[in-house]
């Protein structure tokens, strides 16, 4: 009987034979044979997680290190818009009203990141007061929200 490697039944031989040679390697071979990419979401995810151990790592309570992590967020936010900025100055291409309307358009931007950042910052003393942190938490977590 000749099987026809085209079809869903060579599909289903073939896919047994890799199996059956799957099976026969040895755990470490398998695993030599993995290669694992992260996807740019995984890549920003963990890159964020890095940025942030020293606030996971300490001994604050979770809602002061969530919102230190905002904090941290907001202000790379800022960081940002505030080198948007600084490029559309730069930027002799643009026509002058072009370049008022961009200007006007990042500087609400920045005043609204730089509203949340008060807004946040005011939160973190309001929760470090209520949580009764002993001064050491409380250095820590001054120090975490300034770095």
């Known amino acids: 009987m000749r ?16 199996q059956n040679t799957a099976a026969e390697r040895s755990p470490e071979e398998v695993r030599e044979g993995l290669r694992v990419s992260l996807s740019e979401l995984g890549k920003s995810m963990a890159e964020k997680a890095e940025r942030n151990r020293d606030i996971d790592d300490s001994d ?16 790379a936010q800022i960081a940002e818009k505030q080198a948007q900025i600084d490029a559309v ?3 002799q291409s ?3 009203e072009a370049r008022r309307l961009q200007l006007e358009s990042l500087q609400t931007e920045l005043a609204s990141l730089n509203g949340a950042l ?7 003393v309001k929760l470090m007061r209520e949580n009764g ?15």
């Open 3 to 18: 099987i026809d490697s085209g079809g869903p039944l060579g599909n289903l031989v073939q896919a047994m034979q890799r």
């Open 133 to 147: 942190l002993s001064p050491e938490q409380m250095q820590t977590a001054a120090s975490l929200a300034m770095s």
């Open 60 to 75: 604050l309570p979770k809602a002061i290190k969530d919102l230190l992590k905002m904090i941290r967020e907001l202000r």
């Open 118 to 124: 008060a807004s946040a910052n005011a939160n973190l």
């Open 89 to 91: 100055m730069r930027d």
């Open 94 to 96: 643009l026509d002058p």
